[in-house]
């Protein structure tokens, strides 16, 4: 299998999910499945309820032109605002601003959001790590919270096998494994 068959169940959906029974089965999930070819490697972690393609973040790590990197989904109001549009994001976690450039996505009608390319290295993973609250708003709009309880190992797996998809030994099963 490749990431051809992963990557849009991965971004199937990240639905704005109301209802209250919901909110309290979303967490936070490593998937992976590693490819002989790593661009084939599948590494994701997202906030959402397992088994479903319930979501309100993803992220990948991506292997561009010169760098890796995490490719991160956010769930968020981008009514009225053209597909791909460029966006300023500002994230908060553990008290600090990070102001970053995205674009908004509409991948089917009712899941919506703003994509981001953060590199592995950037400080803001480690303010992540620390667990609390991520706070982000969309073109100053309002603004929209994830909680990051339990996001401790699922990121440090995630961050690793990312730093070193090049170097993973490939999956002997054909389908992906969750951490």
């Not at 979303?26 to 994701?44: K, S």
Request: contains cysteine; glycine residues 10%; proline residues 6%.
């Amino acid at each position: 299998m490749t990431r051809a068959f992963f990557l849009p169940c991965a971004l199937a959906a990240l639905l704005p999910l109301s209802a209250a029974a919901q909110e309290e089965d979303l967490q936070w999930i490593y998937n992976r499945y590693v490819a002989e070819n790593p661009l084939d490697t599948y590494l994701g972690l997202v906030y959402g309820i397992p088994e479903t393609d319930a979501m309100r973040a993803s992220m990948t790590c991506a292997i561009g032109a010169n760098w890796i990197y995490a490719a991160v989904d956010l769930g968020a109001d981008v009514e009225g605002l053209a597909d791909e549009a460029s966006a300023t994001v500002v994230l908060n976690a553990g008290g600090r601003d990070f102001v970053e450039q995205g674009s908004v996505f509409r991948h089917e009608e009712g899941i919506w959001g703003v994509s981001l390319a953060l590199e592995l290295s950037d400080p803001f993973w480690a303010d992540l790590s620390r667990g609390g609250v991520l706070t982000y708003r969309v073109n100053e709009r309002a603004p929209e919270t994830l909680p990051l309880d339990g996001i401790g190992a699922p990121l440090h797996a995630f961050l690793g096998d990312c730093v070193s998809i090049g170097d993973l030994p490939a999956d002997d099963a054909g389908a992906p494994a969750g951490k």
